[in-house]
């Protein structure tokens, strides 16, 4: 019979709220630079020059049709041969940010080019500069409208982070493997683990919708719900 | 020491690619499979089988697969089970598949008219083959593209089984990186090759999406 003790890995309980801290952390720094990145690059394809439109494309296709550790692994072992040297948590950030940024990009385009054609034209007839017609009249709806896509793929990044522990990030699955190398419980230390990225999940999604509704968009993000 | 050329480095990661493959494809089958199962059971609605169905998929989706890959490699072990990294990682990637598939394909059972079930209702036909004749084809075709998809999913998921020590394209990237001292031309071409393998099938995803909206 297998007996488990969770004790031996719950009384690590700092180690853990430790880690825990530093993937929402690394989540919430990834969000604020990979959503503004992938704004950035859904213009570009929208509205911006020739060369810009292929060049991001080709962003977004390579980072989506390759896994996020092999990214990791780049940024990490492969950049250092070219004289950058990045900490664990740099690489980390770098890669989320680079990684969010090319899924982002794709769900705000879906929700730029849902915009009415009347709309644009509307500001523009109120001689509205071309900048205020992006910021202020086509892409706060846009956002609104594609606002739970793009807090589910900021949880599917804050799950993916669980990578960042192989390159010695110190964040709640590195703290996993931690424990179990002190107390040998590995299995109870993943159980407590798991529970607890369950639990992170959940108020991340929760926490970003209500955000998403309340102040990001005064109110319009209400009609998804 | 040794001398490694491009070559060396190109032709051993293509070797490891074939392991790569291998294992998102016996986990997509087997997930396709497990999935089935699981909708058929869900969209049977019985109560208590929905909520606990639902609760299997937000663990899935919910944590980590990294996380899920451990936890069935050292939870095999504690079974008695001897574990190797092949039944860890075709474990942990089917069980993951299955709650994402049943997930995508329950979606497309549910796009389906209300009206549809009810007609077939009133022809007295059974549940199977309601779902046989009437409301399965129709999902199927909603359901493909979106599951092709996922194969492209399955394939990026099979680069975590590195960290467990399978031996596919990611983990023979690191030996062979540690072994030339040449990370960045390594994983570089790791990139590549994964590149080469998922592209082509995002690419066909993409062109059944089109197709099936224009056939509306």
């Known amino acids: 019979m297998v007996a488990l003790d969770f004790t031996a890995v719950l009384q690590q309980w700092p180690l853990l709220l430790r880690g825990a801290a530093l993937t929402l952390a690394l989540t919430a720094v990834s969000t604020l630079l990979g959503v503004g990145l992938g704004v950035a690059c859904a213009w570009a394809r929208h509205a911006g020059p020739l060369g810009l439109r292929s060049a991001v494309a080709l962003y977004v296709e390579f980072i989506r049709n390759t896994p996020f550790i092999v990214q990791l692994f780049f940024i990490f072992f492969g950049l250092p041969s070219l004289g950058v040297k990045l900490t664990p948590e740099i690489a980390s950030v770098l890669a989320m940010v680079l990684n969010l940024g090319a899924y982002a990009a794709e769900i705000a385009r879906g929700g730029l080019e849902a915009t009415p054609r009347g709309q644009v034209e509307a500001a523009r007839s109120l001689a509205l500069s071309e900048r205020q017609v992006f910021f202020r009249v086509v892409l706060p709806p846009a956002l609104a409208r594609v606002w739970p896509a793009l807090v589910s793929q900021i949880v599917i990044v804050m799950l993916g982070s669980a990578v960042c522990g192989q390159i010695a990030a110190q964040e709640l699955s590195y703290t996993a493997n931690l424990i179990q190398s002190r107390n040998f419980r590995s299995f109870e230390s993943f159980i407590v683990v798991a529970g607890i990225y369950l639990a992170l999940s959940v108020l991340v999604r929760d926490v970003l919708r209500r955000l998403g509704v309340r102040w990001l968009f005064g109110g319009a993000g209400h009609r998804g719900r | ?216």
Request: with cysteine.
């Open chain 2, 1 to 216: 020491m040794i001398e490694f050329s491009l070559w060396d480095i190109v032709r051993n990661l293509l070797l490891a690619a074939r392991w790569t493959v291998a294992l998102a494809l016996m986990a997509f089958v087997g997930g396709g499979v497990l999935g089935l199962l699981l909708l058929m059971a869900r969209v049977a609605g019985l109560r208590g089988v929905q909520t606990i169905l639902k609760g299997y998929v937000q663990l899935f989706q919910g944590t980590p697969l990294l996380v899920q890959l451990f936890l069935a490699f050292f939870g095999l072990g504690l079974l008695g089970v001897d574990v190797s990294q092949w039944l860890a990682a075709g474990v942990a990637l089917t069980l993951y598949a299955s709650a994402f598939l049943s997930e995508i394909w329950r979606g497309c059972v549910e796009a389906i008219p209300k009206g549809q079930w009810e007609a077939a209702d009133s022809l007295a036909l059974s549940f199977m083959q309601k779902l046989r004749h009437v409301v399965g084809p129709q999902a199927l075709r909603i359901a493909v593209p979106s599951t092709v998809g996922f194969l492209v999913q399955m394939i990026k998921a099979t680069a975590l089984a590195s960290v467990i020590g399978f031996i596919e394209l990611t983990k023979a990237g690191t030996m062979i990186a540690n072994a030339t001292f040449q990370p960045f031309v390594v994983y570089g071409w790791v990139a590549l090759m994964y590149f080469a393998l998922c592209w082509p099938v995002t690419a066909w995803s993409r062109k059944l999406e089109k197709d099936l909206r224009r056939g509306r």
